[in-house]
């Protein structure tokens, strides 16, 4: 199981999950700005028709010029936004809107849905669970859909795409059959399909806390607490964009998308729902034991207090009592009775017993005696 | 009465509340996981006109062929999702489209309404209390409403609709005499009034709570709390795609859904929303009731803590002067006065009785000597 | 003045604010369910045109057949829920739809709009302060609005339209020369001017609250800001469905309301909304009553707190000081001082000045020396 | 300045902040009730065109026949609300509909605008800062707009459109050019502007209680948290329709306003927007407020539980080795030593060291030895 | 880096923050107010088509009235609201609508778009981070975009548009070839961008709290909460019109924006939305750090009063029975036993072993023992 209440090393990059890229104000729009870490830039183009599918490796941009013309499907991947000069000549050979290319290599943007110049440009997050810690990554990933042609851009070259690339080489299921919007559904059906399991980890983990929250209610349980709620959030702020991307996806008729494919949209649409659905389950959660947190906190703490007062309340009256006998004064009748000591110590019985009848009346050794409970 | 405030065995399984459906990454859309517990599957197939009516138990798939022309209405209830065989050929005789096949199989999924090649998928939830415990359990049930037939697919073989299939049977009430619509609107609506028994267990454990939880301000109502509000949460999700579900369906208008049977549905939209505003209600109720623990809490600290004041406020000054005369400076007059004990004494009654005023005046008896509020 | 703070008896049945009815689960769509509790049902039949107004009392359902052909304004007032075969004469000769005769039976249904087959179904609540004690009483009054008819389902046999039958009999202001529409307005106006009374008891026992919250912050308050709380949220669930009722009303063009009575309804509508938002205000203060109440708790207990640590601070050392002196070693050089004991007391009064001025700079005293604020 | 944390008198009538007026249940609709209290009624008109103005006061409301012919402006300025003859000939000089005369004389309303036979009403609220105390005083003001001329009737014969009388007089601005509408325009930008000067003052006492709340968490400041935000309620009631109002203005078509004067009625629309901006950004605040208020006593008990526990923690232990030596057993060796006494001091000494480096190491000096924050 | 937890001083304008412009009440509509303090006015203008551009510094208001005939696309930046004479004339020459000027002179402004007389009102705030302090600076800025004219009205003489005049005078990018809408666009552009640096200001002072908020949970972070959560809110006032705005500006079509500017325009509204976006989910952490700081005071106060109760719990009982010994009773049996002393010792020892065990059992010491989390 992935999910663990407190991992060793809480070495996580918290700031990379409130990201984002801006323009440096005042400089001309449409400029592309190229993270000097991104990797170099390479182009795998697959194209095929019901009969025929063929891949072509690291090709050149001016090489997906005969895209634009035949009759196939072509999937040209763009892996890696380090080259400016291929970007440029991608940008150049595909007729891309300035704004387009910048949106597409300044990453990372907010997830949105452009419609221009006969190109439909979706932008989007690969989000996937670290796989030895707890907490998620996010890169950008970047469609354009043409008529003919898809145009994917991935920040890195990861390789969630190969059942898919199987599946068209194979021939399996109806990919081959049907247009790029069909395959551009395939891409963001996985991509969406990727918060589940991320989603499941915070699920864990909530219900960790939940087993945690009363036995501990500590620091580090106020920590974890705190840590779901921003990741939730960072997670919120990516999937919701989303909501209204397909929403428009699935209402407004585009040329571009085939009647046929709407319905397979709409399952991304519903999807997403139902992503934000539980997203918004687990912010109530966190935030109810957050509350809970609070409650058990000062519960402690009357358990605490309570046990001072029983302590204090019994032993200073007798203190009291014994430092009465204590005092030097030359005449104390008391001191000179034979059972003086006795009858003191019998007052100071039963004082005790009446403080400890009042408190157990008062039902303040339940937190005592009672079993602790295993909620 | 079912509701009780903590059931000994507190073994709810409560993982399952927040269950849902996702596919694997990256795989085919339309794919079928069979679940290997889930049961097998039979069909029964109930036909009727006004003036006839029968039932066939456990036909095959292909016995269902006649529905699709003959003139009776007919309703095909699929109870278990375990047989894939059987299940793909259901499919292929209703022409069902596979996104559809893959939403009724694999379960749960989020309710939803879907309109697609002349026929109606309706996926809703089955909730029904615990029989020996508290929250509920749920269960999908999926409607595909076509011309003149009805299918049901139900995860398990439950018994809820022996009523309906007596009415038809017995030919009660109008269900004879209108189409699949008005069948598949008897099967909604038995579906919704199955909410109000689990809402009203909840009422009840609320109302236990509210007497509860000035008595006893601990961990265990606080958990009780906790739980209110996760199953809440729960029903919540469960039945609030349900409005806008039953909204579409009776304001679109659908040629699968005759003018008649429009009133019918609007009743279930009103029952669906009833049921959300007792819903929220009820978590205003224990998201108020919280609020009541946490002052609760703190009220008992202040009882507590006052009482360690008066006592420890009263008696360490008293303990202070008997310490003075316990000193053993060897020139100490008043040692040697003879009343000089009694005075003592005198002095520190005096001082005891100052104390107590003062607290009277400030009113911090009240906590001991007010009658127990029973609120 | 009817608000109390705290009635001497708390014997109001609280469940009854949150009831509503509900269909057994599978049961026939518009079957009527006759509580056995329910008054028997009489009908009171009054007839006018702007020349002539009579009434008929007790009559049979069969008598009010001629309503429907004559062109009088006739107001059927139903009164007693309790007597099924008449209420199933009476949908029989006014043509109701079964799913009317439901819900004019099935008592409490969430207030309605309702138009079907050439009637408009109008459900809702008739609120009235309790006579004796804090709280409300509601009942649910059905309005079905024919051609040149009303129909007026009541519960109980309350007297609140004696008024409007003495208008219609002396002919006072417009109700004689205006139609059923008119006459249902001013029905619906009578229910919506209830509210006001009893929210105005809200205001009054809020404004106690306000005054009692800082002098006595106990468990009673909190159990009454609680139960206001909960009241508030029952009496909202009554009035909100109202909004879009009446907006519906006024809005919607139907050809049962005249042009001139439009503007009476769209009346009812703002005073539906004023409601609302006085009812939102009192919910907005009593919750920021809570945070108060809250505050005022956690003040007390500084308060308290504080005078613990001043009494402790002073005479801990200074009794410490006090044991040294009392220690029995042989050779302890000050106790044989001849001023040794005034030394020793001039110093633990040094070190109480000390302490009481780092008290007094700090400003903790103002707790008890600031004169009691009557906020 | 105006605003003072803590005002000597708080002898505010705060219940006059949430008043309404509402019809007794049943009554005739249209019926106007009389304040006893109400002023007498006096009518002042103003008639003016681009050449001339003249001004007649106190006429008789027989005397206003002659502006529904005239081609001059009229405006009819109506002050005091008590003389139930004088309004009732108004309305029928004016022929204004009943339910119009009830909103006018039935004061306080909701703010609303309605629209009814070729006349339009208005009813808003003019604010304004008491001179000698905190808080607001709200008094109604209707206006009703027909095809040449304007009814203005107002509660108190207060004196805000005195400036805008010397413009009409003196042909300042565009007033004389322009239509009624533009002197509607005129005085409903008046009373908007008048909210402006008491926000003001809330801005104010904002700040101040931002430097009270630290230095002194008390009843008092929380008091005046309570009353700030209970005052903006009252605020935001008055001033959230009109947000509506406004909106309705500017978008629908009447042939009552001009197209020219549409901008100015737009400019209105923007200033209520943002009173309604700044409204909530002090209520945030006020509510922001209450938490600091929260974290600032729970902050001042640390401060004093660490002092008692300081100081408990360091004398108890030392007391109680005091008292071990103060026993008075036959046999103790170390009470015979020579230098015990000495010794037993250093043992002390060494504890309280010890005690005081652990305490220091913890870091719970900071709240004594800090200097205080001015924050 | 420039986010520092406590700078040094603290002389923040808070004030300025909440600032805003508003009419005296009863002005004259149009009337523009002078601030004393105000730069005088300066006029720069810059004329260019495709082929030439020139500029003409501080030049007169009649200078401009041939922008409004040639053909070239004119930038009047006016500089400085200082001087009204200069400012009439500039209305006039341009024909400004007097609620334009109005808005455009008294600041500030809340941000707006007016629609008025081919002439196009875009009313923003220019935001820069403070440069030596925390905070930020907030100016207005006026746009009126004509047929083929921009007019600039800025508070100050400040230089954000060097850039930009550069790209214009070099030709650089577009915007030589494109319209004043464009030139609007880039200006718009510019000043949202300008938000960015402000915010990620922010994100680095909620991510020092983060750190700090466990170490220090004191009045100075609870001060730093709550100035961040003040100037968010002054933010968001800020910025949240905007939205509005950029879709008003997307959606209308206005004959003064051309087809290809639209997307651009569109581009802004992004931004704006991940402004809007970024901003909430900072006021979301930040007030999730209230409650963290609340629960860590709470945790604060647990570990303090736990070692009170330890330390008391232990030494309270063993000072009672050395107390006891103290006694000076003549006939105490113990006293005279040889070993009394020890015993007594012994039986001390074991009561104070007792207390540890319990207090370790309940898991008591985990606040000592425990290291110092790093969280």
Redesign the interface.
């Given at each position: 199981m992935r999910a663990q209440p407190f991992p060793p090393e809480?070495e996580i990059q918290?700031?990379d999950y409130?990201d984002?890229y801006?323009?440096?104000?005042?400089?001309?729009?449409?400029s592309i700005i190229i993270d000097p870490e991104a990797l170099p830039t390479h182009i795998n183009l697959i194209e095929y028709n019901p009969i025929k599918a063929y891949k072509k490796s690291d090709i050149q941009p001016k090489d997906c010029q005969s895209c634009l013309n035949n009759d196939l499907v072509s999937w040209a991947d763009i892996q890696g936004l380090g080259s400016e000069k291929i970007l440029r000549e991608i940008a150049e050979v595909f007729r891309l809107?300035p704004?387009i290319l910048e949106d597409v290599v300044n990453v990372p943007?907010?997830p949105?849905l452009?419609d221009?110049q006969n190109q439909l440009l979706i932008i989007l997050h690969c989000i996937k669970p670290n796989s030895n810690e707890m907490g998620f990554t996010s890169e950008q990933i970047s469609l354009v859909l043409g008529k003919n042609y898809l145009l994917t851009f991935q920040e890195d070259a990861i390789d969630?795409?190969s059942?898919?690339r199987d599946?068209i080489k194979n021939n399996?299921?109806k990919v081959r059959n049907l247009g790029a919007d069909y395959l551009a559904?395939?891409i963001l059906?996985?991509l969406i399909?990727?918060y589940?399991?991320v989603l499941e980890d915070y699920?864990e983990r909530i219900?960790l806390l939940?087993d945690l929250i009363?036995a501990d209610?500590?620091?580090?349980t106020?920590?974890e607490i705190?840590n779901i709620?921003?990741e939730l959030?960072?997670l919120r702020?990516s999937i919701w964009p989303l909501r209204n991307l397909f929403n428009q996806l699935t209402r407004e008729e585009n040329e571009l998308i085939s009647k046929e494919v709407y319905?397979?949209f709409?399952?991304c649409y519903?999807?997403t729902?139902?992503i934000l659905?539980?997203l918004e389950?687990y912010r109530?959660?966190a935030s109810?034991?957050?509350?809970?947190?609070?409650?058990?906190?000062?519960?402690?703490?009357?358990e605490?207090?309570?046990?001072?007062?029983i302590?204090?309340?019994i032993?200073?009256?007798?203190?009291?009592i014994?430092?009465?006998?204590?005092?030097?004064?030359?005449?104390?009748p008391?001191?000179?009775?034979?059972?003086?000591?006795f009858l003191?110590?019998l007052l100071m019985l039963s004082i005790a017993l009446l403080m400890l009848f009042f408190f157990w009346q008062r039902g303040?050794f339940?937190f005592y005696f009672s079993k602790k409970?295993k909620?």
């Open positions: 809480m918290e700031e409130f984002y801006y323009d440096e104000p005042g400089s001309e729009p449409g809107h704004l943007q907010r949105k452009e221009c969630d795409f059942k898919l599946r399996q299921g559904y395939l059906d996985t399909d990727n589940f399991p699920g219900e939940e009363v209610p500590t620091q580090k106020l920590k705190y709620r921003r959030l960072a702020r319905i397979y709409r399952d519903y999807h729902i139902q659905d539980i389950t109530e959660l109810s034991l957050m509350d809970v947190l609070m409650s058990s906190m000062s519960n402690k703490m009357n605490v207090v309570t046990l001072l007062t302590i204090s309340s032993f200073i009256p007798l203190t009291f014994a430092g009465i006998y204590g005092m030097n004064f030359e005449f104390m008391e001191l000179e009775w034979h059972w003086g000591y003191c110590l303040w339940k409970t909620w």
